[in-house]
């Protein structure tokens, strides 16, 4: 079957075989991917209209415990400046989204020990108290079963945690021995049990990622049915051991949201701030090819210096929560506007 075709089909039926998704990621030709994009813009707006969701991002701490060989705060990284920002620093970053018009607030950060389930169970109760038509969310990494659940009686009502690939021996090429790709896996089951709104993703063009680790990406997808699919492009951080390698491709990533859009209709799909950082208007570009969530920088300045995952990371311009206004404009230009709400996905909940 040619491209176009197999492309018809996912539009229509929302899924294709293995080896014909693999088939149209590997011959993908600008007519398919054109073809692809007014689909999955079409399913989006079907879904939730021409609405953009957004959410306020805090990095609240760059301390790390991991050591993953992509990022930029990785624990063996000694050139990052290490902050963590203390409750109130965090709740003025939720006072300003508030005003602003934010109504999910997204926590952020390294695997920090210093944030026990004590701590973190606090900041997450007091942003509840302080704005209960908010929702909190949490991405901050692999914890345990137990930490999950107290977090969720504390009020965190979803969890971003990108599997990264769905193949084992991608990785181990992605992460030192010791980190397991089953358990992160079985972090995102757990999340799912315990009633949380899940977010899973990976990274387009990440070292040693091939077209095959790439369709089972979709395929974990498809069938994990996350409520949230984070995805941009991998891009090189100067100060990590892939210092070297190339950056994914900002097409294969806009291709790949239109395609996931297909799979997965209901689904969130934010418009990442890598996305942003690779292509000049890649926000924009990213609705475009069915994208419906931009999550714009509520971190205070100077955090934003040091939350470093990779080079020349955007955080100002429509990157920065404060340029709401600038969004809002570039958003309408293209017919969308951007609604004060918490933005929650169609899929349901455990
Ligand atoms: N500690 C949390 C948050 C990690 S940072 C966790 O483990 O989930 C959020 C995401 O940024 C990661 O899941 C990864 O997919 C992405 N990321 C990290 N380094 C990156 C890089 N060099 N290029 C692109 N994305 C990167």
Aim: glycine letters at 10%; aromatic letters at 8%; charged letters at 25%.
């Amino acid at each position: 079957m040619n491209t176009l075709a197999l492309a018809e089909r996912l539009a229509e039926e929302h899924d294709l075989e293995d080896g014909e998704l693999l088939q149209l990621l590997e011959r993908r030709d600008p007519e398919t991917g054109e073809y692809l994009r007014r689909q999955a813009q079409t399913t989006a707006r079907a879904q939730y209209g021409n609405q953009v969701y957004i959410r306020g991002l805090i990095e609240f701490t760059n301390y790390c415990k991991n050591d993953c060989y992509y990022c930029g705060i990785r624990k063996s990284n000694q050139r990052a400046r290490r902050y963590r920002l203390t409750a109130g620093e965090i709740l003025a970053c939720c006072d300003m989204g508030y005003a602003l018009g934010f109504r999910t607030f997204v926590l952020q950060g390294g695997e920090d020990p210093w944030f026990t389930d004590g701590r973190l169970c606090a900041l997450v109760s007091d942003i509840r108290e302080r704005y209960p038509d908010c929702a909190v969310t949490l991405s901050v990494g692999e914890r345990s079963r137990e930490s999950y659940r107290l977090l969720k009686e504390a009020g965190a009502q979803r969890y971003l945690l990108r599997h990264e690939t769905a193949t084992e021996r991608h990785y181990r090429q992605l992460h030192p021995p010791g980190m397991e790709l089953s358990r992160r896996m079985a972090c995102l089951h757990t999340l799912r049990e315990l009633g949380y709104q899940v977010g899973a993703g990976f990274m387009v063009g990440s070292p040693g990622q091939s077209p095959e680790d790439l369709v089972r990406d979709l395929r974990f997808l498809k069938e994990f049915r996350p409520h949230m699919v984070g995805i941009g492009p991998f891009l090189r951080q100067q100060d990590t051991p892939f210092r070297d390698c190339p950056n994914g491709s900002g097409e294969l990533t806009l291709f790949l949201l239109s395609v996931i859009r297909l799979l997965l209709p209901e689904t969130l799909l934010p418009a990442t701030t890598a996305l942003g950082t690779l292509l000049p208007d890649g926000r924009e570009a990213g609705i475009l090819h069915g994208a419906n969530v931009v999550m714009p920088n509520l971190s205070p300045e100077d955090a934003r210096g040091k939350y470093l995952l990779y080079d020349n990371k955007l955080a100002s311009g429509a990157e920065a929560a404060e340029c709401l206004e600038q969004l809002r404009e570039s958003l309408g230009k293209i017919g969308y506007e951007i609604p004060v709400s918490r933005g929650d996905s169609r899929i349901e909940t455990a």
